[in-house]
């Protein structure tokens, strides 16, 4: 890991990956209750926040279409 990697997993804290199934969870959950046929979060390309958004609504409702600034938004 070079230093700038280094730099950014330090300040991350150590509950921000587990987390990120629990906020999916609760995402699709307020989705449902709006009627929503689509969801979006705001992680970046660094990481895999991503997929574990992605992963994690899918998870709870494969029909929900994933919308992120990055990629290709399945």
Do not use: W
């Not at 989705?31 to 997929?51: E, I, L, P, W, Y």
Request: include cysteine.
């Amino acid at each position: 890991m070079d230093e700038k990697g280094a730099k950014a997993a330090a300040a991350s804290p150590a509950a921000a990956q587990p987390g990120r199934p629990l906020i999916a969870k609760h995402l699709v959950r307020i989705a449902h209750a709006q009627g929503a046929h689509a969801v979006a979060h705001g992680s970046t390309g660094k990481g895999n926040d991503q997929v574990r958004f992605y992963a994690g609504v899918v998870a709870h409702d494969p029909e929900l279409q994933v919308l992120a600034p990055c990629g290709n938004g399945s």
